[in-house]
């Protein structure tokens, strides 16, 4: 399984932009996905995930602003970023869990950077 992320780039704070993550190789069953953050100089953190079945779950840092989505039939994963702030720089990865629990995160991609500044 592989994972690639992008969409990445610059934007001003209240600017939008929109990561995309493609599912390369099997992933079965009840899968879920997530996009996880790193901002500079801390630790990974989780920002949304999605199940197979469409039951999402965010951050409270995003809540009202990120909004995941996916295409099963393409299977690709998408990260809509409305409203961005300075705070939500870092890079970004998509993250796989095979078990579906959205805990047990067993692949990942290289990631695609995002910068919010003016």
């Known amino acids: 399984v592989q994972l690639v992320e992008s969409g990445g780039g610059s934007a001003q704070p209240g600017e939008s932009l929109r990561l995309s993550c493609a599912v390369l190789?099997?992933?079965?069953?009840?899968?879920?996905l997530g996009w996880f953050r790193q901002p500079p100089g801390q630790a990974r953190e989780m920002v949304a995930t999605?199940?197979?079945?469409?039951?999402?779950n965010y951050a409270d840092s995003v809540k009202g602003r990120f909004t995941i989505s996916q295409d099963l039939t393409k299977n690709i994963v998408y990260l809509e970023m409305n409203g961005l702030k300075p705070e939500d720089t870092g890079m970004y990865f998509c993250?796989?869990?095979?078990?579906?629990?959205?805990?047990?995160?067993?692949?990942w991609g290289r990631g695609t950077q995002v910068t919010v500044s003016s």
């Open positions: 999605i199940d197979r079945y469409g039951s999402s």
């Open positions: 190789g099997p992933l079965y069953g009840s899968r879920c």
């Open positions: 993250a796989g869990d095979p078990s579906g629990i959205c805990r047990n995160w067993r692949h």
